[in-house]
């Protein structure tokens, strides 16, 4: 999952990042208006992370270009501004969520893996299809009933799968899903090949039918018809 976080205290930026990486998240940094405008519109997140007060700008107009041109974003406003006016304002905006400052870090990751879950599971903690199971808050998959040995990686890419069954996603999106914005410097794709053709032998390898399709030219597509 990624996050992007949008904070220019670099104390906080820095322990924000460093534990939820530390919760399996891959995080990016902006640490100015200019910047995360641009992070926000180029790339896709799982969840935005938004103080409000930024160099170069304010935070809610930000999040008005957001939701304009992507309404599906998942939102958390993380502010010290703490005016019912400025609650009131991002949540009209669309924020999904809003923790003033101070706040205690396990809270954040709380709130953000509701938001994921929402977004990409439907508000379940488990996703089933067929005999393959995983346990998205305990980031554990079973297969028959069985654990599954996947790297952190292989799972990561298990969990973008199951949260877009049926749709083709680039080897682009694989890439920067797995790596982040350094995704851009691959100069080939075969760290994506290389992690689909391995979760793609464990699956097999524990019973599965061959559920992840090359769609060629494109990208990957995970096929639940074949349950």
Do not use: W
Not at 64 to 78: D, F, H, N, S, Y
Not at 87 to 95: M, T, V, Y
Not at 145 to 159: A, D, F, K, V
Not at 214 to 223: A, E, K, P, T
């Amino acid at each position: 999952m990624k996050l992007l976080i949008v904070e220019d205290e670099p104390e906080l930026a820095a322990g924000m990042s460093s534990y939820l990486r530390g919760q399996h998240y891959v995080c990016e940094l902006a640490t100015t208006f200019d910047q995360a405008q641009e992070m926000m519109l180029l790339y896709d997140y799982d969840c935005i992370l938004l103080d409000l007060t930024l160099p170069g700008g304010d935070g809610l107009a930000l999040l008005r270009e957001l939701k304009a041109q992507r309404p599906e974003a998942g939102v958390i406003i993380t502010s010290a501004r703490n005016a019912v006016d400025d609650r009131i304002a991002g949540l009209h905006l669309g924020a999904d969520d809003y923790l003033p400052k101070p706040f205690h870090l396990p809270e954040l990751s709380a709130r953000v893996a509701a938001i994921v879950r929402r977004r990409r599971y439907n508000g379940a903690n488990l996703v089933s299809v067929g005999e393959l199971q995983v346990d998205v808050a305990a980031r554990v998959a079973t297969l028959q009933g069985q654990p599954l040995n996947l790297t952190r990686t292989e799972l990561n890419l298990l969990l973008l799968l199951l949260a877009n069954q049926g749709r083709v996603i680039s080897k682009g999106a694989i890439a920067e899903h797995l790596s982040g914005n350094d995704a851009e410097q691959f100069d080939t794709y075969e760290t994506v090949y290389a992690h689909v053709k391995n979760l793609k032998r464990k699956l097999t390898e524990g019973g599965a039918p061959n559920y992840i399709r090359m769609v060629y030219g494109l990208g990957y597509r995970f096929d639940p018809d074949l349950a």
